[in-house]
């Protein structure tokens, strides 16, 4: 009888390790949509990513560069300081956006043009993505806001 009890315990755990592996392998297949990286304009300009990859590139709007074209469709470049990455988004912008302010777009790299799907602008003039402040220190451009 003990020998049945202890081979049921080494089957209900042995059960469960598998089943805990099929419920972290189902979560990570899922998921990997779900994750974009974060990319400097730098970053972006040193190792371009393959134009499958979706990920968020920030900066700010580079002065001078906000074209509208034919109907939705907006192009501009994205700079941290150290380079630029033009962008071509179709749709409409946040009030907030506009030259010299800080953005995050998410899309991909294609032919030399990032194509945006989602263009996110800061909030309010003291907001700016932990990531953007990150990649503008590293450039040395970031000047924080007057408080």
Do not use: C, W
Request: glycine share 12%; proline share 6%; aromatic share 8%.
């Amino acid at each position: 009888m003990r020998g049945l009890k202890k081979q049921r315990r080494i089957q209900i755990v042995m059960l469960a390790i598998v089943a805990l592996a099929f419920s972290a392998g189902l979560i990570g297949y899922a998921m990997r949509d779900g994750i974009n990286f974060f990319r400097a304009p730098s970053d972006v300009a040193d190792a371009p990513p393959p134009p499958t990859e979706v990920f968020r590139i920030g900066g700010l709007v580079a002065e001078g560069t906000l074209l509208r074209g034919q109907g939705e469709t907006i192009t501009f470049e994205v700079t941290d300081g150290g380079a630029s990455i033009p962008v071509s988004y179709t749709g409409v912008l946040p009030d907030l956006f506009g030259e010299g302010e800080g953005m995050v777009g998410t899309g991909s790299y294609v032919d030399g043009v990032f194509l945006a799907t989602e263009i996110l602008a800061r909030h309010d003039e003291t907001y700016m993505p932990a990531e953007v402040i990150e990649a503008l220190q590293a450039q040395g451009v970031y000047q924080a806001p007057d408080s």
